[in-house]
Antibody, heavy 117, light 110 residues
Framework: EVQLVESGGGLVQPGGSLRLSCAAS????????MTWVRQAPGRGLEWVAN????????YYVDSVKGRFTISRDNAKNSLFLQMNNLRAEDTAVYYC??????????WGQGSLVTVSS | QSVLTQPPSVSAAPGQKVTISCSGS????????VSWYQQFPGTAPKLLIY???KRPSGIPDRFSGSKSGTSATLGITGLQTGDEADYYC???????????FGTGTKVTVL
């Protein structure tokens, strides 16, 4: 069974940093692209970033470029999102996800990040 | 502001059909497959349609997808109260080099 479990969310002050982790199991993690998607309270889905299976090729939404870094550890079946210089508008539930077939077909339960003073 | 536009809401009586449109451009829908996602409040999204018109295992055939040019459509027939949820389209945008989601549509069963 495919499982994606996020951790690391919480309350952080504006300008602060936070690192999200995602533990993956039930599939060959090193063979697949991985993705972070977020959803602000009461708002729609927003794709944040994705990373190729080798960890070299990465893409980001414009609003987080230069502030967020996606990475992975294939030996530990783990995905990360390092978030620096956080802003109030980064407040959201962050989902770890992947595409084993086509489309984003597996999602974690989400981790809430709140940026507030 | 999303590059994929959906109607904010659609509604119909139980048993009826609804369609949800997703309008984009040549840099996204026009040259890539579209996926559709269903989301209930407080839960993670669920893939309903991939490759524009295919259903993952376990998704009933009441849900269908199509694409024409720079637009895509999700259809739900035999509407049930359990279909009340938010629905999002999504696809890759070649110009933005980013995945984009639609603005989202709330389905209400009257």
């Amino acid at each position: 069974e495919v499982q994606l479990v996020e951790s690391g969310g919480g309350l952080v002050q504006p300008g602060g940093s936070l690192r999200l982790s995602c533990a993956a199991s039930g599939f060959a993690f090193s063979n697949y692209w991985m993705t972070w998607v977020r959803q602000a309270p009461g708002r729609g889905l927003e794709w944040v970033a994705n990373i190729k299976k080798d960890g070299i090729e990465k893409y980001y939404v414009d609003s987080v470029k230069g502030r967020f870094t996606i990475s992975r550890d294939n030996a530990k079946n783990s995905l990360f999102l390092q978030m620096n210089n956080l802003r109030a508008e980064d407040t959201a539930v962050y989902y770890c996800s992947t595409s084993l077939a086509s489309g984003i077909d597996y999602w974690g339960q989400g981790s809430l990040v709140t940026v507030s003073s | 502001q999303s590059v994929l536009t959906q109607p904010p809401s659609v509604s119909a009586a139980p048993g009826q059909k609804v369609t949800i449109s997703c309008s984009g451009s040549s840099s996204n829908i026009g040259n890539n497959y579209v996926s559709w996602y269903q989301q209930f409040p407080g839960t993670a999204p669920k893939l309903l349609i991939y490759d524009s018109d295919k259903r993952p295992s376990g998704i009933p055939d009441r849900f269908s997808g199509s694409k024409s040019g720079t637009s895509a459509t999700l259809g739900i027939t035999g509407l049930q109260t359990g279909d009340e949820a938010d629905y999002y389209c999504g696809t890759w945008d070649n110009s933005l080099t980013a995945y984009v989601f639609g603005t989202g549509t709330k389905v209400t069963v009257l």
